[in-house]
């Protein structure tokens, strides 16, 4: 059985969830809570397998209790719920951890579906929402200083490194890029490590950074892939 916590302020969206999940197959409801503090507490007792978390809540909103559940508990599966159309908020929850976010009108067959997805360890971001996130961190990123790399250091880089970098862009973590490269963790992680030596450059957030503000990224990436 997944079992599966539900956090929203709004009791009507807690009780429907909470009798439409139970009615699955393989899926059970272990709690149902009303705002962030109230998340915390309910994963030490009873510690689910998916989140299924209203980004606004009081008290703590979905963002801030994504980055201390992840920080404490990087296990468990976290899906954003949200009646907005809120680029940042979902950027946010995303750059923490989350594995992805539904429209709170999304139907109960795609509800389902977002929550074996991501229990089976895989991210759940559509391309519309890929897109946009992509197009925000690109926004930040120019508001950065430019992080420069020597152009030598970057025709050193292999097909390969490129299509760890593009994950990297997606804000993919290790876990991810190794599922969607059939690659392990560990290679994963090899990998970034070399790219970062080569470039020259501190971590993941700056590779990124770099990748969107040179726009070399985008190129080399889309001639790799031809």
């Given at each position: 059985?997944?079992?599966?916590l539900v956090?929203?302020?709004?009791e009507?969206?807690?009780t429907?969830?909470?009798?439409?999940?139970?009615?699955q197959?393989?899926?059970?409801?272990?709690?149902?809570v009303?705002?962030g503090?109230?998340v915390?507490q309910s994963?030490?007792?009873k510690?689910?397998d998916?989140?299924?978390?209203d980004i606004?809540?009081p008290?703590m909103d979905g963002?801030?209790?994504t980055?201390?559940?992840?920080?404490?508990?990087?296990?468990?599966?976290?899906?954003?719920?949200?009646?907005f159309?809120?680029?940042?908020y979902?950027?946010?929850a995303?750059?923490?951890?989350?594995?992805?976010y539904?429209?709170?009108?999304a139907?109960?067959?795609?509800l389902?579906?977002?929550?074996?997805?991501?229990?089976?360890?895989?991210a759940m971001?559509?391309?519309?929402i890929?897109?946009k996130?992509?197009?925000l961190?690109?926004?930040?990123?120019?508001?950065?200083?430019?992080i420069?790399?020597g152009?030598?250091?970057?025709e050193?880089l292999?097909?390969t490194?490129?299509k760890?970098?593009e994950?990297?862009?997606?804000?993919?973590?290790?876990?991810?890029?190794a599922?969607t490269?059939?690659?392990?963790e560990?290679?994963?992680r090899?990998?970034?490590?070399?790219?970062?030596?080569k470039l020259k450059?501190?971590?993941?957030?700056q590779?990124?950074i770099w990748?969107i503000?040179?726009?070399?990224?985008?190129?080399?990436?889309?001639?790799?892939?031809?």
């Amino acid at each position: 059985m997944i079992k599966v916590l539900v956090a929203d302020d709004q009791e009507l969206i807690r009780t429907s969830l909470q009798i439409v999940l139970n009615n699955q197959e393989n899926i059970e409801v272990t709690d149902v809570v009303a705002n962030g503090q109230e998340v915390i507490q309910s994963i030490r007792k009873k510690r689910p397998d998916v989140i299924l978390m209203d980004i606004r809540m009081p008290k703590m909103d979905g963002v801030q209790c994504t980055k201390i559940i992840k920080e404490n508990y990087p296990d468990i599966k976290i899906i954003i719920l949200t009646t907005f159309d809120d680029d940042e908020y979902v950027y946010n929850a995303l750059k923490y951890g989350a594995s992805g976010y539904l429209l709170k009108g999304a139907s109960i067959d795609e509800l389902v579906k977002a929550i074996h997805t991501v229990y089976s360890g895989r991210a759940m971001i559509n391309p519309d929402i890929a897109t946009k996130v992509v197009k925000l961190f690109s926004q930040m990123a120019k508001g950065y200083y430019p992080i420069e790399v020597g152009k030598q250091d970057i025709e050193e880089l292999t097909k390969t490194e490129w299509k760890i970098i593009e994950q990297v862009v997606y804000g993919l973590s290790n876990k991810e890029i190794a599922d969607t490269l059939n690659l392990s963790e560990g290679t994963v992680r090899n990998y970034l490590s070399t790219i970062l030596s080569k470039l020259k450059l501190r971590d993941r957030t700056q590779l990124a950074i770099w990748a969107i503000q040179s726009g070399v990224g985008k190129v080399k990436m889309e001639h790799h892939y031809e």
